[in-house]
């Protein structure tokens, strides 16, 4: 009979811990998922390329890992979500942990949020032409919901434009169930139910903050939604809302609102935004494209009209423009890609949207293709001739 490492052997737990986690942070990891089955312990981590098995254990580990990390975390019974924090000379980093029932056994998935890597700022996330649309249209006042799959960006970029945002006339309120690296002149609450703030308290406490911008990390429910629509008059909501398109964000957003109207009055900008695999910069060259390739892409893209777009918009120069491929490195261990590239389609507010969710889907299609300022298939496009993203992955997204 397998039994599970005894509690005299706990050295051996905070260990195995130890290297688990050192060396996803080591590998640039954004999650670590842990599955428990009868017959062994799985060890993945989320990289570039999806989630990736990095570890098999004995089933013996398993009871011992997710106590420590339950007791870490604050996890019980009841309370399936928490938090910790690593310090370390080299690095720190804050794990959100769930514990995930299965039908194969218990799983824990660490989200990993480092703290001391360099924060991009703005123009590092989006180019010039974007930035200048995004800070335009968030004066003075109104919502702006980031959107986007999950793990992919959403929370970098909301943070990057709370830091740009910044200004020391501002009063900056930041509500987060998860630690975020500290900003200067941004008051971050953490969302705590086990201290009795959760947020519905935290919530309430915003209309007496006398704040000029309000930064909400969810508002997937209506009780949240609501009370940013009242406690937004005069004042800028910055909001995450996960989705896997601008269109599904905007039905999820006016299906969640208690008053959809007031919230598209409300609304200055949606940004989605999704990560791509980025190509190689060691290993990619330049490429005459085939007949067959070159007849795909006519054919999936109107080439010249979105060239010609993003050009005017300023996302590429004009020049010489070309398509690269990569032949594979150690930089890359072969694989011909390194780290992610984002995407951004930037929805623009307004009168237009007014009525949009009594519009059937056709019509709401054709609205929010008059309201996008920037579209996914141009910022794409600008990436693949910028040697970022490969034809195969642009025809892919056309």
């Not at 690593?86 to 218990?106: D, F, K, M, Q």
């Not at 824990?108 to 924060?119: D, F, H, Y």
């Amino acid at each position: 009979m397998k039994t599970a490492i005894s509690d005299h052997n706990q050295p051996i737990i905070a260990r195995s811990l130890t290297k688990i986690l050192g060396y996803a942070l080591q590998l640039q990891a954004s999650a670590i998922h842990l599955q428990s089955t009868a017959n062994k312990l799985e060890v993945r981590y989320r990289l570039d390329n999806g989630l990736q098995t990095v570890l098999v254990l004995s089933a013996a580990y398993g009871p011992g890992l997710f106590k420590k990390i339950s007791n870490l975390a604050g996890l019980t019974p009841e309370i399936h979500e928490g938090q910790f924090k690593i310090h370390r000379p080299s690095y720190n980093a804050v794990l959100r942990a769930l514990w995930v029932p299965t039908a194969e056994g218990p799983k824990i998935v660490l989200e990993i949020e480092r703290q001391n890597k360099v924060q991009p700022e703005l123009t590092e996330l989006l180019p010039t032409a974007l930035e200048k649309t995004v800070l335009t249209a968030l004066r003075p006042s109104g919502l702006l919901v980031i959107t986007g799959p999950t793990n992919s960006g959403k929370m970098t970029l909301a943070q990057a434009i709370l830091r740009r945002l910044a200004k020391p006339n501002l009063n900056i309120v930041s509500l987060s169930e998860m630690a975020q690296a500290p900003i200067a002149g941004v008051n971050q609450s953490i969302i705590d139910p086990r201290r009795g703030y959760d947020w519905p308290q935290a919530l309430h406490s915003l209309g007496r903050q006398d704040a000029d911008l309000i930064f909400l990390s969810r508002c997937d429910r209506p009780e949240i939604l609501r009370q940013a629509l009242l406690s937004s008059t005069n004042k800028l909501i910055i909001t995450i809302l996960p989705s896997p398109s601008a269109t599904d964000a905007l039905r999820l957003l006016t299906s969640l609102a208690p008053e959809a109207k007031l919230l598209l009055a409300q609304l200055k900008l949606l940004i989605y935004q999704q990560l791509e695999p980025r190509q190689c910069p060691r290993c990619r060259q330049a490429v005459e494209l085939t007949a067959v390739e070159r007849l795909a892409m006519e054919k999936k893209l109107n080439f010249d009209q979105v060239l010609k777009k993003i050009v005017r918009d300023g996302l590429i120069g004009e020049v010489e423009h070309n398509f690269y491929k990569t032949t594979g490195c150690a930089n890359c261990q072969h694989s011909g890609y390194n780290g992610k590239i984002s995407l951004q389609q930037i929805l623009l507010g307004g009168p237009a949207l007014a009525d949009w969710h009594l519009l059937s889907s056709s019509e709401q299609n054709k609205v929010i293709k008059k309201q996008t300022a920037h579209g996914l298939l141009e910022s794409a496009l600008a990436q693949t001739l910028l040697g970022n993203l490969s034809l195969e992955q642009l025809l892919k997204l056309a």
